[in-house]
T-cell receptor, first 112, second 112 residues
Framework: KAGVTQTPRYLIKTRGQQVTLSCSPISGHRSVSWYQQTPGQGLQFLFEYFSETQRNKGNFPGRFSGRQFSNSRSEMNVSTLELGDSALYLC???????????FGPGTRLTVL | GESVGLHLPTLSVQEGDNSIINCAYSNSASDYFIWYKQESGKGPQFIIDIRSNMDKRQGQRVTVLLNKTVKHLSLQIAATQPGDSAVYFCAESYTTGNQFYFGTGTSLTVIP
């Protein structure tokens, strides 16, 4: 069974631009969560989707948004990029809520 | 946000020895915990989990201990191998969703 896949793996943007990251969960998994990982802040929760509904949202500004499609694939969008948005963005999926959560390889976003 | 802290940011062990990685969590309502291993350039890899109704859980060469009285979690790795060198994170969850709070991580180095 294929693991969690994320595209693109690497991305370079400039300040003010927007970006969309994609995540395909493990087949059959309906819960998708997004995390931001930086050296200074560690792993921080962004949001979680289950059955196309956002269930939880972390403490991030409104520039960070996401959605989930009917096939459980998820996208996250960051608008008006700032230098501080440079990070590894990780997607994790689980079969159902409150179950083992498996991570993808991440998308490395660099904002110049 | 919640604080999930690791006692030691770095740990070096001899190959073949046992490793113990500790984690203190702050929320007594946390009911689900996961240990992850993250190698350079990769997403976190699920190692083992434990729910709050258990004190101990064993996997292949790994054991997780949960002490709810002092809000402490530990990961024991038996017969540590060079391939175990990585950063280890503990994560706690206390919501009905999949919102996890991660510790800062402990870097484990195995000395051949």
């Amino acid at each position: 069974k294929a693991g969690v896949t994320q595209t693109p793996r690497y991305l370079i943007k400039t300040r003010g631009q927007q970006v969309t990251l994609s995540c395909s969960p493990i087949s059959g998994h309906r819960s998708v969560s997004w995390y931001q990982q930086t050296p200074g802040q560690g792993l921080q929760f962004l949001f979680e989707y289950f059955s196309e509904t956002q269930r939880n949202k972390g403490n991030f500004p409104g520039r960070f948004s996401g959605r989930q499609f009917s096939n459980s694939r998820s996208e996250m969008n960051v608008s008006t990029l700032e230098l501080g948005d440079s990070a590894l963005y990780l997607c994790a999926s689980s079969l159902v809520v409150g179950n083992e959560q498996f991570f993808g390889p991440g998308t490395r976003l660099t904002v110049l | 946000g919640e604080s999930v802290g690791l006692h030691l940011p770095t740990l070096s062990v001899q190959e073949g020895d046992n490793s113990i990685i500790n984690c203190a969590y702050s929320n007594s309502a946390s009911d689900y915990f996961i240990w992850y291993k993250q190698e350079s350039g990769k997403g976190p890899q699920f190692i083992i989990d434990i729910r709050s109704n258990m004190d101990k859980r064993q996997g292949q060469r790994v054991t997780v201990l949960l002490n709810k009285t002092v809000k402490h979690l530990s990961l024991q790795i038996a017969a540590t191998q060079p391939g175990d060198s990585a950063v280890y994170f503990c994560a706690e969850s206390y919501t009905t969703g999949n919102q996890f709070y991660f510790g800062t991580g402990t870097s484990l180095t195995v000395i051949p």
